[in-house]
């Protein structure tokens, strides 16, 4: 659901459902001076400012020869009936002289629909949302993106009945993006991400679990070597992704995949150190090796597999494994 509403003041969210609209009450001309709104298949009407009352006036549209059909004017108004996108363009009133009395750039679009929304945290610190509009509303548009923590201790109930509030902190130069900081590893969010434009809102309420949203970042520095004189061995190692903090009770477990270059099929070893030893790979074929790690506890889900690193087990007397 969504409400077409006019004029900008406060933000009022109904926290009741894991889909809702908003209500949002949006300022007259949102900041644009000499432009003007309006819902595509609605009625709209341009006022001609400076008219005076009971004189006559003349419409027009730039750039073309005549009115879109259908409009009308009424009382100095220009009413645009069943507007389209078509629609849109500047208009301009005149008196009976031919002088301009006043112009107003129409923009037409739609209400916002429900955005799309996903939560990811590659540390038990912070997470990030990131979403996408549902609808193409071809209107400007802003997110008001905020979060409540919902697992409260006996003490911050008390500090405050409301619960723990903040805002998901946007960074311009990663649009469609947040991140709440300071986040506790066992405690639960409920995220609202509010799409706005001149024309209304729309929301989503999405509840969030650390355990269940920690994604780590690949592992870093992987470094595939031959191993002299083992020519189906090839020694493995990495490090810890940098985003993750080095605690002792938040540790990570990894899984390695390899295989030669010329064949498809992986093989698959899992592991909690920092290095492996290949035993199987094939005498004097280069192989292809990546890495991917994961909450110790198996919260979660699996990284991103790492860059791919290459090394050729060497050249051994028959028989040396």
């Given amino acids: 659901m969504r409400s077409p509403i006019p004029g900008l003041g406060r933000v009022m969210v109904l926290l009741a ?21 309006g819902q595509v298949g609605t009625d709209v009407t341009l006022s001609c400012a400076s008219a005076r009352a009971g004189s006559p006036v003349q419409w027009r549209r730039a750039g ?45 679009g739609y209400l916002p629909g429900v955005p799309f929304v996903s ?3 590659s540390d038990y610190e912070n997470f990030s949302c990131s979403w996408t509009s549902s609808v193409e509303t071809f209107l400007p548009t802003r997110y008001i993106t905020t979060y409540r923590k919902k697992s409260l201790t006996g003490e911050e109930k008390r500090r405050n009945k409301n619960g723990h509030m903040g805002p998901c902190l946007q960074d311009p130069s990663r649009p469609g993006t947040c991140t709440v900081h300071g986040s506790e590893f066992w405690s639960s969010y409920r995220l609202n991400i509010t799409e706005v434009n001149p024309l209304g809102s729309s929301f989503r309420l999405l509840d969030v679990t650390m355990q269940a949203i920690i994604k780590p970042d690949p592992p870093e520095g992987l470094v595939v070597e031959p191993i002299p004189l083992a020519p189906r061995r090839l020694h493995v190692s990495w490090k810890y992704p940098s985003s993750w903090p080095k605690e002792p009770h938040f540790q990570l477990r990894f899984r390695l995949q390899y295989r030669p270059v010329i064949h498809r099929s992986w093989s698959v070893v899992e592991t909690v150190n920092l290095s492996e030893v290949i035993t199987d790979a094939f005498t004097g074929l280069e192989h292809v090796v990546q890495v991917s790690a994961k909450d110790f506890l198996d919260a979660g889900n699996w990284s991103e597999w790492s860059a791919e690193a290459r090394a050729t087990p060497v050249r051994g007397a028959r028989g040396t494994s």
């Fill in 17 to 37: 459902a894991a889909l809702a609209s908003a209500s949002l009450a949006i300022p007259e001309g949102w900041g644009e001076e000499g432009v003007q709104y």
């Fill in 64 to 108: 073309a020869a005549m009115l879109p059909e259908g409009s009308a004017v009424w009382q100095g108004a220009l009413v645009l009936p069943h507007t389209s996108l078509a629609n849109a363009g500047t208009y301009s009133c005149h008196g009976e002289d031919g002088g301009l009395l006043h112009a107003v750039s129409l923009r037409l």
């Fill in 119 to 121: 939560c990811r945290a």
